[in-house]
C-alpha cells in the first residue's frame, strides 16, 4: 500500500487584524477539497475557571495564552495525514465549547495564528509561510470593528 504524501503545511502570519483569517479562506476556496484550514485561535486555553470579570482581563495577545502542546499536537497529527480533534473557543465568554471538531488533513493545510512562527520547533513543521503586513492603523480599524461585532452578538 502506497503511503500518502505529506500534507503542506502553509503558515499565514501577521499583527491581529492583519488579514490572516481572510486570506486562508480565499486561499482554501481557490484550491477547493484540496485544501484545509486551522486556526491557532481554536487552542486559546480554557478560561471556565475564571469569574467573566477575571477572563474578560485576560491579554489575548500573548503567547502564553494559547494551548502549545495542544497545538503541536494537531500540526503533528495533520503531517502524518492522521484525523485529529480540535477544540472550539467560544470569543464571547472566553471558554472552550465541550465539544471539539474533528480535522482531517488534506494535501494543502493552510495554518493562521499570531505566533505561528515563534518556536524553531514549529517554525520547520511549515512548509511554506506566508507574513502579512498591514498598517497599525487599519489593523487597528479592523480589530475594533471584529470586536464590537463579537460583544454585540454575545449581548
Same mark, same amino acid.
Given at each position: *500500500?502506497?503511503?500518502? @504524501?505529506?500534507?503542506? /503545511?502553509? &503558515?499565514?502570519?501577521?499583527? +491581529?487584524?492583519?488579514?490572516?483569517?481572510? /486570506?486562508?479562506?480565499? =486561499?482554501?476556496? &481557490?484550491?477547493?477539497? !484540496?485544501?484545509?484550514?486551522?486556526?491557532?485561535?481554536?487552542?486559546?486555553?480554557?478560561?471556565?475557571?475564571?469569574?467573566?470579570?477575571?477572563?474578560?482581563?485576560?491579554?489575548?495577545? !500573548?503567547?502564553?495564552?494559547?494551548?502549545?502542546?495542544?497545538?503541536?499536537?494537531? /500540526? !503533528? +497529527?495533520?503531517?502524518?495525514?492522521? @484525523?485529529?480533534?480540535?477544540?472550539?473557543?467560544?470569543?464571547?465568554?472566553?471558554?472552550?465549547?465541550?465539544? +471539539?471538531?474533528?480535522?482531517?488533513?488534506?494535501?494543502? *493545510?493552510?495554518?493562521?495564528? =499570531?505566533?505561528?512562527?515563534?518556536?524553531?520547533?514549529?517554525? @520547520? /513543521?511549515?512548509?511554506?509561510?506566508?507574513?502579512?503586513?498591514?498598517? *497599525?492603523?487599519?489593523?487597528?480599524?479592523?480589530?475594533?470593528?471584529?470586536?464590537?461585532?463579537?460583544?454585540?452578538?454575545?449581548?
Amino acid at each position: *500500500m502506497k503511503k500518502p @504524501k505529506q500534507p503542506l /503545511l502553509v &503558515a499565514i502570519v501577521g499583527g +491581529s487584524g492583519s488579514g490572516k483569517s481572510w /486570506l486562508a479562506e480565499k =486561499l482554501q476556496t &481557490a484550491l477547493g477539497s !484540496n485544501a484545509g484550514r486551522l486556526s491557532l485561535d481554536d487552542f486559546y486555553r480554557d478560561r471556565s475557571h475564571l469569574s467573566p470579570a477575571q477572563r474578560a482581563r485576560i491579554n489575548f495577545d !500573548n503567547p502564553a495564552a494559547i494551548d502549545w502542546p495542544a497545538f503541536e499536537h494537531a /500540526l !503533528n +497529527s495533520c503531517l502524518r495525514s492522521k @484525523k485529529t480533534q480540535i477544540p472550539q473557543y467560544d470569543f464571547r465568554t472566553h471558554c472552550r465549547l465541550p465539544r +471539539s471538531k474533528t480535522l482531517k488533513p488534506k494535501p494543502i *493545510m493552510f495554518v493562521e495564528g =499570531l505566533w505561528l512562527l515563534r518556536s524553531p520547533r514549529l517554525r @520547520k /513543521l511549515f512548509g511554506f509561510r506566508i507574513f502579512l503586513d498591514a498598517p *497599525m492603523k487599519l489593523r487597528l480599524r479592523r480589530r475594533l470593528a471584529r470586536d464590537v461585532n463579537v460583544l454585540n452578538v454575545a449581548v
